[in-house]
């Protein structure tokens, strides 16, 4: 007679509200203007984290419309153009939505290829809407200066997606 | 209550249809957002950007108050530590100043002279607030700083702004208690400026790096490594004169500038409260009737009053005179117009009667 077995349940509160207030808390942490030794602060995008994960873990509506709220929010607060990042987010979002199939359960060392890949699209997608915006291209120090901090947030993602993937996910 | 427990346990949605959905619907709005949003235009977008940044200032502003206070007790201590050497470096720097600002006192002397001798009009001084940057953002995509002045501060859309320094960057929003500042690095930033030692005109372009880019330099030969630069004041949108940095060759070969602003942590800063150059005059002496100051002149002498009148005289005898000539050329044209007519009508007349009167030639019909 096989044993039930206890799988605990996460609700929506747990694995997306909660990651996106903490993302949007450290985002405006990290906009302090603190100068040590000529250097700021570093300023990742936060939200590609759960861009990433979400799809992973498990897809749902909630994910793509808290993202577009968290896009906006990266717009308003550091006064980009509006739409900039709502759209880098839910292209990486949609791209894992169709590679998670493929992806699922693979060595940690794959997810970060994969993790690197996403944050790479994100970029490319917000460098190619800011030169057809502005007709004049951002210099590359400062672009990998926002994507290494980004990518550094690997680990983050990693213990999302081993947090609540083998938990029973519900939402709504 | 979870979903599946509802009265809809039995419908299973397709989450991964659902969810692309929402992706493909918030894809095409954050395309129309971005095709349709200006960074500046007054829609609902700015007034949600004014209430976030409202929101974002006090807890900016809370959060730098620590780095802060840790930055001035650093100063403190290092106060005591360093008073010595510090002593020694004011030392050596006030006797250089000395020398400096005696000359700088007497080419004020001089300089006061030669507006009173050539009548020119300086612009009147701008009035400024101090504030105090409290977010900061570095991205590639966008350089800004929130600043604790607002509206009722007079600060408005276009303001230049200015740390101890130089020139940083301008206002680009305004809510009631915060306003926006894109620096001079942001990738949207574009500023009319002038190589101060060949007055040659540029334009100053953000990259999103330290040092910006002298785009558009006019001349040949105008550039070159350790000049000053300067705001021109082109356009108006900016007043002229500000510093802004010294020019340097970059690694990719283009002229850049080595931003006064970038040398220090920006905090504190001033708005200069500076729309255009309208407010720099008396708009009432710009829209005022010619010589309306002669309503409020003193009286002419008699001789000035004859030269006067003399003037008139002469002025309305010419103005007759040519008026009389240009009515007599009129009537001489309009006479020989008729006379040419007439002489035309005439010879079509003769042409007309010359066929009827000459004899037809004579057939010759067989019999």
Known sequence: MRRPISVRVVGPLEWVVYPALAAMALTILLATPLRLFGLALPEPVFPLVLAFAWPMIRPNALGPIVLFGLGLFLDLFWGGPMGLWALGLLVVYGTMLIMRIFMSGHATIINFGLYAGSVLLAFFTAYLVTVLQTDNAPAIIPLVGQMLPTLLLFPVADWLMQKFDDNDVRFM | MAFRDGPFENIKLPLAWAAAAVVVVGIITAIFMLAGGQRQAPTRMSYMRAGVETAAAPVGEALSA???????????????????????????????????????????????????????????????????????????????????????????????????????????????????????????????????????????????????????????????????????????????????????????????????????????????????????????????????????????????????????????????????????????????????????????QAAAAAPAATPAPAGNTPG
């Open chain 2, 66 to 348: 620590p780095v802060r206070w840790t930055g001035n007790a650093f100063d403190y201590i290092g106060g005591y530590f360093f008073a010595v050497s510090e002593n020694r470096r004011l030392r050596a720097e006030i006797a250089e100043l000395n020398d400096w600002r005696d000359e700088a006192i007497a080419l004020k002397n001089i300089n006061a002279r030669y507006e009173k001798m050539l009548g020119v009009h300086t612009d009147p001084p701008i009035p400024m607030v101090t504030g105090r940057a409290v977010t900061d953002t570095r991205g590639p995509f966008a350089r800004a700083r929130l600043v604790n002045l607002g509206q009722g501060d007079g600060v408005r859309p276009g303001n230049p702004v200015l740390s101890e320094h130089g020139l940083v960057g301008r206002i680009s929003g305004v809510s009631g208690p915060v306003s926006r500042m894109v620096l001079l690095t942001d990738v949207s930033s574009r500023i009319p400026v002038m190589v101060e030692r060949t007055d040659a005109r540029a334009v100053l372009a953000g990259d999103a790096s330290r040092n910006p880019r002298l785009d558009y330099v006019r001349g040949v030969n105008m550039v070159q490594e350790g000049d000053r630069v300067i705001t021109s004041g082109d356009g108006g949108g900016v007043p002229r004169g500000l510093p802004v940095g010294i020019v340097a060759k970059g690694v990719d070969g283009s002229w850049r500038v080595k931003l006064f602003s970038e040398r220090v942590a920006i905090d504190y800063v001033r708005v200069l409260l500076f729309q255009d150059f309208n407010q720099l005059v008396d708009p009432s002496a710009l829209n005022a009737a010619p010589l309306a100051a002669l309503d409020s002149a003193p009286a002419p002498t008699p001789q000035q009053a004859a030269a006067i009148a003399d003037a008139t005289t002469r002025r309305a005898v010419a103005n007759a005179a040519a008026a009389e000539r240009a009515r007599l050329a009129e009537a001489n044209a309009v006479a020989r117009e008729q006379a040419e007519a007439a002489a035309r009508r005439q010879q079509e």
